[in-house]
């Protein structure tokens, strides 16, 4: 079974900074891509972030500039970064993964963390 377990959210003032991370644990191969969702009240889940295996990164454009997402292979953990944080950014943050389950027959697991708050007061 894999699991996406998600920490660092928080209460933070307009402009302070967080960082979440995210721990993917379970038997899996590898992991294609990681990234980070969120989702405020009354609106779509939407893209924060993305990291895929090559380290290539992809941000939405609320964010570019103020959040990086980093990823230590090692510990199969995936970041993020957020600096200046406004209000608008609050939400609640999703972690999601695209792994590789095995090799030989190719399963795949696409899921989700449990979801962290994130609250940016101004």
């Known amino acids: 079974q894999v699991q996406l377990v998600e920490s660092g959210g928080g209460l933070v003032q307009a402009g302070g900074s967080l960082r979440l991370s995210c721990a993917a644990s379970?038997?899996?191969?590898?992991?294609?891509?990681m990234g980070w969702y969120r989702q405020a009240p009354g609106k779509q889940r939407e893209l924060v972030a993305d990291?895929?295996?090559?380290?290539?990164?992809k941000y939405a454009d609320s964010v570019l500039g103020r959040f990086t997402i980093s990823r230590d292979n090692a510990k199969n953990t995936v970041y993020l970064q957020m600096n200046s944080l406004k209000p608008e950014d609050t939400a609640v943050y999703y972690c999601?993964?695209?792994?590789?389950?095995?090799?030989?027959?190719?399963?795949?697991?696409?899921?989700w963390g449990q979801g962290t708050q994130v609250t940016v007061s101004s």
């Open positions: 379970g038997s899996f191969f590898s992991i294609d891509a």
């Open positions: 999601n993964a695209d792994l590789l389950l095995d090799r030989v027959w190719r399963r795949r697991y696409y899921g």
């Open positions: 990291t895929t295996s090559d380290g290539s990164t």
